[in-house]
C-alpha cells in the first residue's frame, strides 16, 4: 500500500526532473463570478431550461402552491416525497416528509418528489442541489420518475463561475453538489435523444418571483 | 467493455474498418452531426478562448506540481472520510476494488462508464474473481451485451443500428420479450433491467471526470442519471481515477464545467453532474475509496512535449473533427482512446514499441488541435512521437533512419551529391534508392509519389549553356528555355 504510493511518487518526482520548471500562473481572463453579462438572467434561465424539454412555469409567489397543485394533478400524481421543512403545501396532494429518510426502495414506488435548490444558472438552465435544506439527499431527487422544482429569481445567477462560487462554502463543508440540467437523456441509440434514462423522466420548473 | 489485447498496426486496422460500410456511415453520421452542434455551442460563450487559455494552463500548472496536488488530494478525501489507495498498474488497482467487492460478500458491482476502468480491464479481471461488473451506461451495456468494445469515446456503440440493438436486448435484458426497434421502447428496456441494480447492488464503481485536491471533491459528468444512481445509492463506491485528473482548487470547476459540456456533447451543460466529498452520513455511500492509478502515466510526464497529453479531459472533440477519424471510427486505433488524442496517449501509455504506428495516423491538418478545449499541441506531439519511434524503436524505423542518414550526408557535400545525381538516373546510389522504394521504407514510400527522375539536372543545364546565356542570367523564368523536367525534380529533393 505504502510501497505502491512511494513508488508512483518517487515515479512523479523522477519524470519531473530535480528542477521541475515554475508552474505557470493561470490567466483568468474569461467572465468571472459577478462579472457583467448581456441578458437578462430570469428570461435566459427559463428559455434555457425550456430548451431541455423540461417544463417552466413562471408564477407569482401567492399562485405557487396552486400551481404546484394542477401541475401534479396534470402528472397524475397523487403521493409525492419532500424534504424535511419545506415551506410549500401541495393543493390536494399527499406530501411525504424524507424524515425519517425514505428508502430507496419507498422512493421507487412514490409519484414524484418537490424540492427547492441551492442556486440556478442562467446561461446553462442549471438547478444546483446542495444537500441540505429545501434541496433535500441526492436520492430524493433522483430516484421518483417526476421532479417538481422551484427556483425564485432571486436565486438565479447569470454563469456558471457564479454558481461554483456561491456552493464553494457548501463544499468546503462536506456536502454533495448535483447539477440538473434538464431530464435525464441519452443519444446512445444513432444519435436520437431520448429524454429520460434512470433519473426523473419528467422535470417541472417553477419559476417563482422572490 | 475491455480494450482489444495485442495491438494491429493502424494501417491494417484502418483497412478492415474502411471496409465495413455500415460503420462508415454511423461513424460519419455522428462525427457530422456532433462537429456542426459543438461549433454553435462554442460560438455561444464570447470568452471561450480566455476558457482554453485558463484550461490549458491549470492542467500545465497541475502536472508541474503533481506530488503537492496529489498530497492534497489524499489529505483532504481522508479528511473528509474516504479512503485513498494507490496503484503502480492495472493489475494492482483490479486487486484493490476486487478486494473490496469481496469484503462487501458482492458477486456484483454496479459501474459508471470510465476510460481508466475499460483502459486496465477491470471488468475481466473482477469476473476471473467471480466478480460480475454490470455497465449501466447504455452504449457500454449495449457493448458488454454484445462482448463488443468502444468505437468512440463519448457514443460507445455509435456503429451499432437500432435493429441490431433491439435483437441483442430481445435475447438478453427483455427476455425473449418483444421490443419495437424506437429508440424510446429500448432505453425503456434498459431502464427497467437496471433499475432493480441500482437498488440492490451494495457496491459500485465510477471514474472520475476530476479531483479537487483542496476539497478531496470528485465530479462525475454524465447524462442518463446511471452515474447519479451509482454514486448515490450503493453502500459502497470505489472510485478509479488517473492520477493526472487531479486539479488543484474547487475555484477550477468554473472553467472545466463550461469547457467540458460544449466541447463533448456540444450542449450548454449535459444533464448530471454529481459533486462528492469523501462519505457524507445519512446521504449517499456509507464508504468511499479513492484508487489512484498511474499504469503508465509517469512515463508520459516525463517526456517534456508529449506529457500534455496528459491534459486531456476525456472530450472528444478531437475524435469529431478527424479527417481519419470520422472515417474509420474508433477501433482500428486498437486502444480505449482512439483519434488524434488516442495517437498520442495509447503508444506513450503503452510503450512506443506497443503502438508504433498510431502516431501516423493522422495528416497533422490541425483540426485537432483548434478543437481541443485545453489546447493540446496534437500535430507537435505527433511529429515528436514519430521522431521518437524512429529513434527509439528498433525493426521497421531502422531502415528509414538509415537512408535518412544516407540522404543527409549525401545533401552535405556538392561532390556526393552531383555523384548521387548521375547515379540516381541509373536507378542506384541513395536517390535512386528513395525514388524505388527501399526496403524498410514500405509505408513512407507507400504514401509518396516521387518525381521522375529528369534526364538533365537543372545545374548540368546551367553549366551547359552558351557564355552569353550565362550572362543575361535569366535562368529560363518564364522563357520557355527551361530544362523540361527540372522543375519537377527540385519538388521532391530540392536541388
Not at chain 1, 438572467?41 to 428559455?47: H, K
Not at chain 2, 475491455?2 to 495491438?7: E, F, K, R, V
Not at chain 2, 470520422?326 to 506513450?348: E, F, H, K, N, V
Amino acid at each position: 500500500m505504502t510501497a505502491a504510493r512511494d513508488t508512483v511518487m518517487r515515479r512523479i518526482r523522477d519524470a519531473l526532473g530535480p528542477a521541475p520548471a515554475a508552474p505557470e500562473a493561470v490567466p483568468r481572463a474569461y467572465r468571472p463570478a459577478g462579472g457583467p453579462v448581456d441578458f437578462d438572467p430570469v428570461d435566459r434561465f427559463a428559455e434555457v431550461v425550456a430548451d431541455y424539454d423540461a417544463t417552466v412555469h413562471r408564477v407569482a409567489a401567492a399562485d405557487l402552491e396552486d400551481a404546484l397543485g394542477r401541475c401534479c394533478r396534470e402528472r397524475g400524481a397523487t403521493r409525492i416525497a419532500v424534504p424535511p421543512g419545506l415551506p410549500w403545501r401541495v393543493a390536494g396532494v399527499e406530501t411525504v416528509a424524507d424524515d425519517p429518510p425514505l428508502g430507496a426502495r419507498d422512493l421507487d414506488a412514490i409519484d414524484g418528489v418537490l424540492t427547492g435548490c441551492a442556486v440556478a444558472i442562467a446561461q446553462t438552465g442549471t438547478i444546483v442541489l446542495d444537500g441540505a435544506g429545501t434541496s433535500g439527499r441526492r436520492a430524493l431527487t433522483l430516484v421518483p420518475d417526476l421532479h417538481l422544482c422551484v427556483v425564485r429569481t432571486d436565486q438565479v445567477l447569470p454563469a456558471v463561475p457564479d454558481a461554483v462560487a456561491a456552493v464553494a462554502p457548501a463544499v468546503r463543508e462536506g456536502r454533495p453538489i448535483t447539477f440538473v440540467s434538464g431530464p435525464s437523456a441519452t443519444a446512445d441509440i444513432e444519435l436520437n435523444r431520448v429524454q429520460g434514462v434512470h433519473g426523473p423522466r419528467t422535470l417541472d420548473v417553477f419559476l417563482v418571483e422572490g | 467493455m475491455s480494450a482489444p489485447g495485442a495491438a494491429r498496426p493502424f494501417p491494417e486496422a484502418a483497412r478492415e474498418a474502411l471496409r465495413d460500410s455500415q460503420l462508415r456511415r454511423n461513424v460519419g453520421k455522428a462525427t457530422t452531426t456532433i462537429r456542426a452542434k459543438r461549433a454553435a455551442a462554442v460560438a455561444e460563450l464570447p470568452d471561450w478562448e480566455a476558457l482554453r487559455a485558463a484550461g490549458s494552463a491549470i492542467k500545465a500548472r497541475t502536472m508541474a506540481t503533481l506530488p503537492e496536488q496529489l498530497e492534497r488530494l489524499e489529505a483532504s478525501v481522508t479528511r473528509a472520510g474516504g479512503t485513498v489507495h494507490w496503484a503502480r498498474d492495472g493489475a494492482e488497482a483490479n486487486a484493490i476494488v476486487a478486494a473490496i467487492a469481496k469484503a462487501n460478500g458482492t458477486g456484483e458491482v454496479i459501474k459508471v462508464k470510465s476510460l481508466a476502468t475499460d483502459e486496465i480491464d477491470l471488468n475481466d479481471a473482477l469476473e476471473r474473481e467471480g466478480i460480475h461488473a454490470i455497465e449501466t451506461d447504455l452504449a457500454e451495456l449495449i457493448n458488454q451485451l454484445a462482448g463488443d468494445w468502444s468505437s468512440h469515446i463519448l457514443v460507445p456503440a455509435i456503429h451499432r443500428n437500432r435493429a441490431e440493438i433491439r435483437r441483442l436486448f430481445e435475447r438478453t435484458i427483455a427476455q425473449g420479450r418483444e421490443l419495437s426497434d424506437e429508440p424510446e421502447a429500448l432505453t425503456e428496456a434498459a431502464r427497467v433491467h437496471l433499475r432493480e441494480k441500482f437498488l440492490s447492488v451494495p457496491v459500485a464503481v465510477s471514474g472520475a471526470n476530476f479531483g479537487v485536491a483542496e476539497t478531496g471533491t470528485i465530479a462525475v459528468f454524465e447524462s442518463e442519471g446511471n452515474g447519479r444512481m451509482c454514486t448515490t445509492l450503493p453502500r459502497v463506491l470505489v472510485t478509479v481515477m488517473g492520477i493526472e485528473k487531479v486539479v488543484p482548487e474547487w475555484r477550477d470547476i468554473e472553467v472545466f464545467a463550461q469547457l467540458l459540456p460544449r466541447s463533448s456533447t456540444a450542449e450548454r451543460m449535459n444533464p448530471y453532474t454529481s459533486f462528492w466529498t469523501g462519505v457524507r452520513p445519512g446521504d449517499g455511500p456509507e464508504e468511499f475509496h479513492l484508487v489512484l492509478l498511474d499504469n503508465g502515466r509517469t512515463d508520459v510526464l516525463a517526456d517534456e512535449v508529449g506529457r500534455q497529453a496528459l491534459h486531456c479531459i476525456r472530450c472528444s472533440a478531437c475524435l469529431n473533427v478527424c479527417p481519419v477519424y470520422s472515417r474509420t471510427g474508433g477501433q482500428a486505433y486498437g486502444s480505449i482512446y482512439p483519434g488524434p488524442i488516442g495517437a498520442i496517449l495509447t503508444p506513450q501509455l503503452r510503450g512506443l514499441d506497443q503502438a508504433p504506428t498510431l502516431p501516423w495516423a493522422s495528416s497533422l491538418c490541425g483540426a485537432c488541435y483548434e478543437a481541443c478545449p485545453v489546447r493540446i499541441d496534437i500535430p507537435t506531439v505527433l511529429v515528436h512521437l514519430r521522431g521518437r519511434v524512429v529513434r527509439e524503436v528498433e525493426g521497421k524505423g531502422r531502415g528509414e533512419k538509415a537512408v535518412m542518414q544516407a540522404v543527409a550526408r549525401v545533401f552535405g557535400s556538392r561532390r556526393r551529391y552531383e555523384t548521387a545525381q548521375k547515379l540516381a538516373r541509373l536507378g542506384r546510389g541513395p536517390l535512386g534508392v528513395l525514388g524505388g522504394g527501399a526496403p524498410g521504407l514500405g509505408a513512407w514510400a507507400q504514401a509518396r509519389d516521387l518525381p521522375e527522375i529528369p534526364a538533365q539536372t537543372f545545374r548540368e543545364w546551367w553549366a551547359s549553356r552558351e557564355p552569353g546565356d550565362r550572362e543575361r542570367g535569366d535562368g529560363g523564368g518564364g522563357s520557355g528555355d527551361a530544362p523540361p523536367a527540372a522543375a519537377g525534380s527540385d519538388r521532391g529533393l530540392g536541388t
